[in-house]
């Protein structure tokens, strides 16, 4: 009569300690083993294979409570295949006692082709998903997208847009992604592990490629994406951007916690630009482009939308890159509050006891920022009125007194009262 039961039930059940209904082993009914049916009905379930498995594993090869439902459901109401369920599960509880994520879970049990999506997605919500959605196994890429990239984050949007837009599998850009996070380490960053998987790919078309670096590393900051479209777009590739942005952070990462460490890393940045082999308007671009927080060393250093415009007017004026940089260097000086500490009419007015002609005086304003204080006109020209800024002395008085108007620190000490500044 036992063995006619576990027949029926397709296996023989027990209750646990809670008085929950659980299966302690199965009988493959689906299989019509007829050899498995006379055996049980003989000698009782417990002579087939499944029931000396329970006995020697010392009653524990069985399924729980909640493992017994998802097996009941699969096997009665979606016709599963029902030893590889039972195997399924066991293996499932297996890899994920071992700590095995979710996602390794899932990875596992979409390789079993014999179960189609519903019976997959069940035995998901049952085994993996928890109170979360099961994964959608109608193909390994939804698997991938409705497991990793299914939230509103910005990789995540970068994964669907790759797939969608320029069809490149989820499952090479996910296998990408993990191998670099795996690699990462002291000397090279996911991110540089990621740029250099991405350019020796040998599948990826180059506007693929093109792709990957737009969303996974231009795109995965404000900062990389602003510089890209503002200023680089149009210089240079995406790729070769992305691989100077990448090195500028490695240099930062070098200087990390020493004192002006950003500064120490954007002066490194800036020497090893001048020697790569770029053109004036690409490398003047990644200088925007990168914030390089460097002391200019020529004019060409003038890059920011306003000081491009009247670069040209400087250079026109001879005015000596060496004068504009001191008057750089007052127009960036700031107190211990933070406040400036020279206002436009002081150094408008040390422009004039340097002996700045007007022309220069309007150059250097507009380059900063700042209206011209001298009404221009056409017949204005880089040579009339004062000295060129050169060092010649004004013979203006100051005082009662000559003074050297060419000698810009004596100027400062007389406008604040400060010590002697460092040279520059």
């Given amino acids: 009569m036992t063995g006619a039961k576990d027949i029926k039930a397709g296996g023989h059940y027990g209750l646990d300690f809670d008085g929950n209904r659980v299966l302690q082993y199965p009988l493959y009914t689906d299989e019509n083993e007829i050899g498995q049916t006379l055996q049980t009905l003989l000698f009782g379930s417990t002579a087939t294979k499944s029931g000396r498995t329970w006995i020697n594993s010392d009653f524990t090869s069985g399924l729980d409570a909640a493992?017994?439902?998802?097996?009941?459901?699969?096997?009665?109401?979606?016709?599963?295949?029902?030893?590889?369920?039972y195997t399924l599960i066991r293996e499932l509880a297996g890899i994920a006692a071992q700590g095995a994520d979710k996602f390794s879970q899932r990875d596992y049990l979409a390789e079993f082709d014999v179960l189609n999506n519903e019976q997959k997605q069940a035995l998901d919500s049952g085994m993996i998903a928890g109170n979360t959605r099961p994964a959608d196994y109608s193909s390994y890429d939804s698997m991938i997208l409705s497991s990793e990239y299914r939230d509103d984050s910005k990789r995540s949007?970068?994964?669907?847009?790759?797939?969608?837009?320029?069809?490149?599998?989820?499952?090479?850009?996910?296998?990408?992604?993990?191998?670099?996070?795996?690699?990462?380490?002291?000397?090279?960053?996911?991110?540089?592990?990621?740029?250099?998987?991405?350019?020796?790919?040998?599948e990826l078309s180059n506007q693929q490629k093109d792709a990957m670096t737009?969303?996974?590393?231009?795109?995965?900051?404000?900062s990389r994406e602003q510089g890209w479209e503002k200023y680089v777009k149009g210089n240079m590739d995406i790729r070769t951007y992305a691989g100077y942005t990448l090195k500028q952070e490695a240099l930062?990462?070098?200087?990390?916690?020493?004192?002006?460490?950003d500064k120490k890393a954007d002066a490194e940045m800036y020497e090893y630009l001048k020697n790569e082999n770029l053109s004036a308007d690409a490398r003047k671009s990644l200088y925007q482009a990168l914030s390089l927080a460097v002391e200019p060393d020529s004019y060409d250093m003038l890059t920011n939308k306003k000081q491009v415009e009247y670069?040209?007017?400087?250079?026109?004026?001879?005015l000596p890159f060496?004068?504009?940089h001191k008057l750089w260097n007052m127009k960036k000086s700031k107190n211990s509050d933070n406040s400036f500490t020279y206002t436009k009419k002081e150094i408008v007015s040390e422009m004039e006891h340097m002996g700045l002609s007007k022309v220069q005086i309007n150059a250097v304003c507009q380059s900063f920022g700042w209206a011209?204080?001298?009404?221009?006109?056409?017949?204005?020209?880089?040579?009339?009125?004062?000295?060129?800024?050169?060092?010649?002395?004004?013979?203006?008085?100051?005082?009662?007194?000559?003074?050297?108007?060419?000698?810009?620190?004596?100027?400062?000490?007389?406008?604040?009262?400060?010590?002697q500044l460092p040279n520059l």
């Fill in 372 to 419: 011209a204080p001298y009404q221009q006109t056409k017949t204005a020209s880089s040579g009339s009125g004062r000295a060129k800024g050169s060092g010649s002395k004004s013979t203006k008085k100051n005082g009662g007194k000559i003074s050297s108007n060419g000698d810009t620190a004596n100027t400062l000490r007389r406008l604040t009262g400060l010590p």
């Fill in 322 to 324: 060496e004068t504009y």
């Fill in 252 to 261: 930062k990462d070098t200087y990390k916690g020493q004192d002006d460490a």
């Fill in 157 to 202: 949007k970068a994964v669907r847009t790759l797939y969608e837009t320029y069809g490149i599998p989820v499952y090479k850009v996910h296998r990408m992604l993990q191998a670099a996070g795996e690699q990462s380490n002291v000397q090279k960053t996911e991110e540089q592990w990621l740029m250099t998987a991405i350019n020796q790919d040998t």
């Fill in 214 to 222: 737009a969303q996974l590393i231009v795109g995965a900051t404000k």
């Fill in 311 to 318: 670069r040209d007017a400087l250079e026109k004026s001879e």
């Fill in 67 to 85: 493992q017994t439902k998802v097996y009941d459901n699969l096997r009665d109401k979606l016709h599963a295949p029902q030893q590889t369920v």
